[in-house]
Nanobody, 121 residues
Framework: QVQLVESGGGLVSAGGSLRLSCKAS????????YSWHRQAPGKQRELVAL??????NYAVAVKGRFTISRDNARNTNYLQMNSLKPEDTAVYYC????????????????WGQGTQVTVSS
């Protein structure tokens, strides 16, 4: 009932920048939290950044280089990634938590399909 479409991944040289986007559509009443996670080959998926109405949080490895933001009117969030390093190479996944329209305003927890980010040294 909620679909996420990610975009913005690609290949970039170390020190470069990319901006990821994640747009949600469907029977959405409210969105409580947006987050980005990443998974590198052979590693577990890890939280990169999280934004709620009042707070943002970042993994230590990306703090100061990545910025997460949200556009409530468009049900879209962004991850601006600057000063990219080869160790940032991973598949990046968007996650959104919120409530659906309709009786009971049932909660949802949806994931995007993932977008590849590759940083060359």
């Amino acid at each position: 009932q909620v679909q996420l479409v990610e975009s913005g991944g690609g290949l970039v040289s170390a020190g470069g920048s990319l901006r990821l986007s994640c747009k949600a559509s469907g029977s959405i009443y409210s969105i409580n939290a947006y987050s980005w996670h990443r998974q590198a080959p052979g590693k577990q998926r890890e939280l990169v950044a999280l934004v709620t109405d009042g707070n943002t949080n970042y993994a230590v490895a990306v703090k100061g280089r990545f910025t997460i933001s949200r556009d409530n009117a468009r049900n879209t969030n962004y991850l601006q990634m600057n000063s990219l390093k080869p160790e940032d190479t991973a598949v990046y996944y968007c996650n959104i938590k919120g409530n659906l329209r309709g009786m009971g305003y049932r909660s949802f927890d949806s994931w995007g399909q993932g977008t590849q980010v590759t940083v060359s040294s």
